[in-house]
């Protein structure tokens, strides 16, 4: 195993940053069958039962404190691998990544309930994933209900939430979750308008305090909150900059690019993998049930 | 309730923000409440995926994620226990009926129909329940974590995707909401024993010693399985050939002391054993456990512990990807 203690030691956090990666890569492991996935636990350090797929190469960023940062680019260009790795939901391959300070991640529509709880009770252990003591929690919970706004629902059990009433409570635990560094993937895109307009009026109050990341295809929002772009393509970032010159750059390539699979395409040795394993998958399906 | 939704927010125009919501950053702005939580992960150069994160190598480090984890394992354990009490009908009911019909059947198997020899060692019926019941109660905590704890990472997998859930608390949790059902056959027991031979005697209060180890042992247990289930479905059909063996494997319906010299040394191996016939000592003898075994059960209960947690952060960058 390669060791990169050597450059941690030299390469230490600057105080103004936020979020500092260097070399961040993510791999997929395609496993051409379900046994391979136990022979890789078994012998997987004399051998590897997998093959690579990269979704993210060659990361370096850096976001300093109360900076807010649009992330843009088109579906599968690992925008959304990008967040999750910066908020540690998954851990990357390889490289190094830094964060310093509580996150507070709002990903795509309302993520991490349980759907058969109700909503106060999602609150509880929503708040309590991003660090907050019960006492304070049961405090903000008035709060948290009003910013939701869903009304009778909130002791209603999620199950019964429309897409919108999900996002909304899942934005409001987030907002109330003291955070430093808030990451909202396309949280607003089931949004009614008041809903959207709250929601905008809390992320720029928050851009005055903390670092906020966005991920959106809304370009206007990015205009309106962002102060710096990030353009992820094809696992990498393609550019980085100011809000008119990224974006700019990037309306000119979609127009150019045509709306085809190619950026989907896989090598030759990651597309036998993949078919094999969705062969595999098809016979098996009845027995897994 | 007027409308679906609460009706004054559909007609108000403005973006007010919640005043509570004000309340909170204006209490940072003073810098009262808020202390910054560090998370900084340095991470190393890998192939295999498997060591993305530089791992604790503290000897006491699973029990230092669950303090620090304290509230959210107590917030999922809430709901969790919510979940079987309320939800069902009759919760209460059948924490207590369950652990009591499994009693009533075995001891009348036993006694009456089999005639093992073993219970009429005993003498009367009533101490070969009790002394079966202690055992039955530490194999039902070992047996429900086993049958579990395989499927634990697929039973939260939504939540490990979509949140940053610490996936290393739910072993915690998993633990103890099983110690919490056994708490409450726990309970029926001492009614029993009250009934039947009066008040306990005072070494019962030696008790938590040896749950401590009991919890460790289980603890590195579920870990280890849950890793492994994680990846592959087969250890949870594994379990379900292990753990009716393990049944008469350990002394339940036996004591140790019934059985023969070479045997004996066996039966004190499985850590579990140990567990069966100290907290019987503990709680229906009178004795105190003999503190060399203690000693002995806590270091190995430790080791465990400290090997299903290693196995499990090995495998728990990957874990995510593959559930």
Partial sequence: MPSSSATRASWSMSSDAAIRCRGLGKAYQLYARRTDQVKQMLFGSFHRFYLEYWVLRDIDLEIRRGESVGVIGRNGAGKTTLLRLLCGISQPTCGELKVAGRVAPILALGAAFDWEMTGRQNVLIGSAVLGLRRSEILRRMPSIAEFAAIGLFIDQPVRLYSAGMRSRLAFAIC???????????????????????????????????????VVTHDMEQIRALCDRVIWVDDGGIRASGGVAEVLRLYDDATEAEEDDGIRFRLDAEARAALSQAAANRRHTKWRSG | MSGRFNRRDQTKASTRLPDGLDQIYDDRAEGGVAATVTRNRPIGQSRAGGRATPRDRRVLAPLSVGWRHRELILAVLRRELADRFSGSAFGWVWAVAGPLITLAIYTTTFTKAMQLPVASAHGNTSSYALSTFVGLI?????????????????????FLKTSIFPSETLAWTAVLRALSYAGISFLVLLVFELALNGIPPLSILLLPFIVVPLVLFLLGMVWFLAAIGAFTRDMSYLMITFVPLMMFATPVFYRVADLPDPLRVLAYANPLGTAIEMARAAVLDGVSPPTLAYCGFLVVSLAVCRGGYAVFERYKGILVDVI
């Fill in chain 1, 175 to 213: 907002a109330h979750a003291e955070a430093d560094i808030l990451i909202v993937d396309e949280a607003l895109a089931v949004g009614d308008a008041a809903f959207r307009r709250k929601s905008l009026a809390f992320m720029e109050s928050f851009r005055r305090r903390g670092t906020l990341i």
């Fill in chain 2, 138 to 158: 530490v194999f039902g905590l070992f047996a429900e974590l086993c049958s579990r704890a395989p499927m634990l990472m697929h039973e939260h997998a939504w």
